[in-house]
């Protein structure tokens, strides 16, 4: 078989997806700090001169696109991308990857608030060099967030895991991905998205980053308790059908003490201890409960299974092939 003869360049370009939602008090103070790393990275060797900035204005409505606008303005390096409307933060790093994909060898998305350790790029970009085609910065303590977030995230992803989602426990969305690994993820057509969780169905050799995580720079959180509870909850529906599997055992176990109601009933009805009409409602409501429960169990799994055929997610990722050279080619 012939290997595709592609313009190879000696370094890999990397692209930095950041998204940004009323940022204008943190921007100015986070961009040249982006950049610093940027220039680290391709001061050092690793990456391409081509490498970018990439912001993704969610549609805010302070002076974050301009300050953006700006930025791109002054230095080739900071580009910039605006969405219609304002999407939620997975929806704007989901855009931003996917503008990526083409053009870069590698995107590391991160938040902008300066509270994830920006210069731990410089060791995912070097396990990247080792040969992973994911990295996941992981938070190597909570010290920053107080006992209330440290105890709901912690008791999130431990949950997250128990009904079957696939998670880097302790992993945001601050991560390194390879155009190999975002192109096998752009066959994930889903349209509740939980980053965090798809990236380990997407495979690929992988490898964490330990980082310690800071307090934001300025602004405030866009993530109160409501939309942390939501997002929570879009990590379970979206990756599991555990719930409905509950929901049929339910009914199994419903089903045989309705059955044992049944027996219970007709020995104190023949017993003579029960007042008339007694006995026949208990056995008529311990059958139908369980039987209502199981039934509903079961119509669940068929939903289930559409909700997940409904997503067309990718049944399968080759990741090599005998043909094709095992080294990294880079786009620029
Ligand atoms: N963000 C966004 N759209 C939104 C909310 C947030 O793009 O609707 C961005 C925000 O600018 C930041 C990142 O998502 O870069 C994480 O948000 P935030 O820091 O408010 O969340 P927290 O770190 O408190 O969970
Ligand atoms: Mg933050």
Redesign the pocket.
């Known amino acids: 078989m012939s290997v595709e003869n592609t313009i190879v360049s000696s370094k890999p370009i990397l692209w930095m997806v950041?998204?940004?939602?009323?940022?204008e008090s943190?921007l100015p103070v986070t961009a040249p700090m982006f950049k610093e790393e940027l220039d680290f990275l391709i001061g050092t060797g690793r990456i391409s001169e081509k490498s970018r900035i990439l912001f993704?204005n969610?549609s805010s409505n302070d002076e974050t696109w301009n300050i953006i606008e700006s930025l791109s303005e002054k230095d080739e390096h900071f580009i910039g991308i605006s969405q219609s409307r304002?999407?939620?933060?997975q929806?704007?790093?989901l855009a931003g990857m996917m503008e990526a994909k083409d053009r870069c060898d590698m995107i590391i998305s991160i938040?902008?608030?300066g509270?994830d350790d920006i210069k731990a790029m410089t060791e995912m970009v070097d396990k990247y060099l080792k040969g992973a085609e994911v990295v996941y910065g992981v938070r190597s303590s909570r010290k920053t967030d107080t006992f209330f977030k440290r105890f709901t995230a912690e008791s999130f992803y431990k949950f997250l895991k128990f009904m079957g989602a696939d998670v880097v426990f302790n992993h945001?969305?601050y991560r390194l991905v390879s155009s190999t690994a975002l192109e096998s993820f752009s066959n994930f057509h889903e349209v509740n998205i939980f980053l965090r969780g798809m990236f380990p169905l997407v495979g690929y050799e992988s490898d964490v980053v330990y980082y310690e995580r800071n307090e934001?720079i300025a602004?405030?959180?866009?993530?109160p308790l409501k939309?942390?509870l939501c997002l929570a909850f879009d990590g379970i529906t979206s990756f599991s059908v555990k719930p409905i599997f509950m929901i049929t055992s339910l009914g199994v176990v419903v089903s045989l003490l309705g059955f044992l109601g049944v027996i219970w009933a007709i020995i104190v009805a023949l017993l003579k201890k029960a007042n008339s009409g007694w006995p026949s409602i208990v056995c008529i409501l311990c059958f139908l409960s369980g039987i209502q429960l199981f039934s509903l169990g079961v119509i669940g799994q068929y939903i289930g299974k559409i909700y997940m055929e409904s997503k067309h997610r990718p049944r399968y990722i080759i990741s090599k092939r005998t043909w094709e050279k095992a080294e990294r080619r880079y786009k620029g």
């Open positions: 950041i998204p940004c939602y009323n940022e943190v993704i969610d304002n999407r939620g933060h929806n704007a790093v938040d902008c608030d509270q945001a969305d934001r602004g405030e959180s866009h993530y939309k942390m």
